[in-house]
T-cell receptor
Framework: LAKTTQPISMDSYEGQEVNITCSHN???????ITWYQQFPSQGPRFIIQ???TKVTNEVASLFIPADRKSSTLSLPRVSLSDTAVYYC?????????FGSGTRLQVQP | NAGVTQTPKFQVLKTGQSMTLQCAQD?????MSWYRQDPGMGLRLIHY???????DQGEVPNGYNVSRSTTEDFPLRLLSAAPSQTSVYFC??????????????FGPGTRLLVL
């Protein structure tokens, strides 16, 4: 099963930009790169997805280099409510495989 | 749309008891799946279904059964509960497995404690 690699935890302060990088060493040609967010006691929630280059939505930006072996989730001006676990996944026809995610702690 | 719903929200079982975790979705999704999440860990796939009448095993299927008689419902059965099955269980769905760009939607989870 393909699995991604990302930092276990990150700390930030309110108002800062946070960048979380993920390694996708086993990504397949047809896979997309998808990021999910999970708050305590809740199911994961879709944040953003891309195939290559840059994608931006109202919540975050996603940067994917040409070789697609990595991705960077960028959260602009984080707030306390962004404290959560963030998962990066290769998404294709295979069932989703979750790693341990990155635990982001935002402090005032 | 209610999205993906799960019942119960919390359950306590004794070792050896059986129970069924319910999952339903009202989005006409073909693909449904069950995950378990242990403390501090990512989600692990238990079973999945690509349509009514079709199920398959995931990463950790032992001790669990599933069936898919309708598009909407995908119940997970614990045959004989064990303390190792203490976990939070999430059900998820998406329209089709064949579209990698499709978003997967998760339910709120069922917290299970086996004594």
């Amino acid at each position: 099963l393909a699995k991604t690699t990302q930092p276990i935890s990150m700390d930030s302060y309110e108002g800062q930009e946070v960048n979380i990088t993920c390694s996708h060493n086993n990504i397949a040609t047809n896979d997309y790169i998808t990021w999910y967010q999970q708050f305590p006691s809740q199911g994961p929630r879709f944040i953003i997805q891309g195939y290559k280059t840059k994608v931006t939505n109202e919540v975050a930006s996603l940067f994917i280099p040409a070789d697609r072996k990595s991705s960077t989730l960028s959260l602009p001006r984080v707030s306390l409510s962004d404290t959560a676990v963030y998962y990066c996944l290769d998404t294709g026809r295979r069932a989703l495989t979750f790693g341990s995610g990155t635990r982001l702690q935002v402090q005032p | 749309n209610a999205g993906v719903t799960q019942t119960p929200k919390f359950q306590v079982l004794k070792t050896g008891q059986s129970m069924t975790l319910q999952c339903a979705q009202d989005m006409n999704h073909e693909y449904m799946s069950w995950y378990r999440q242990d403390p501090g860990m990512g989600l692990r796939l238990i079973h999945y279904s690509v349509g009514a009448g079709i199920t398959d095993q995931g990463e950790v299927p032992n001790g669990y059964n599933v069936s898919r008689s309708t598009t909407e419902d995908f119940p997970l059965r614990l045959l004989s509960a064990a303390p190792s099955q203490t976990s939070v269980y999430f059900c998820a769905s998406k329209f089709s497995r064949d579209r990698p760009q499709e978003t997967q939607y998760f339910g709120p989870g069922t917290r299970l404690l086996v004594l």
